[in-house]
């Protein structure tokens, strides 16, 4: 009988120290849990951020590029008055050409 409460005795100590060893890993496991649930809790405000910078970026690349396009249709806007202007001289050279021709024919 000695013997059985002896072996008892020492199996009740090792599950003790078992249930120590657990609750001890319950409390870690317990304190991941807490700090995860707070990352997955500020994740949309992370998120948000990244789709706010890459918003940002995109607005800035397409600004650019639209004062880009504003520079260069100026410039094709007075390359074109530029022609029309050169145009109009020919066809006033060419006129007066003609009439010179008519009125002086060699």
């Known amino acids: 009988m000695e013997q059985k409460v002896t072996t008892q005795h ?4 090792k599950l003790l120290t078992e249930n120590q060893q657990i609750a001890v890993t319950h409390v870690a496991l317990r304190q991941e849990l807490a700090a995860a649930q707070q990352e997955i809790q500020r994740m949309p405000s ?6 706010f910078f890459g918003c940002r970026s995109a607005f800035g690349y397409e600004k650019k590029a639209n004062a880009d396009q504003l520079v260069q249709r100026q410039a094709m806007e007075k390359n074109l008055v530029s022609m ?4 109009e001289k020919l ?16």
């Open 91 to 106: 066809r006033a050279e060419l006129t007066n050409a003609e009439k010179r021709q008519r009125l002086n024919p060699d």
């Open 84 to 87: 029309a202007r050169d145009v």
């Open 10 to 13: 020492s199996e009740i100590q």
């Open 46 to 51: 992370i998120i948000l951020g990244l789709q």
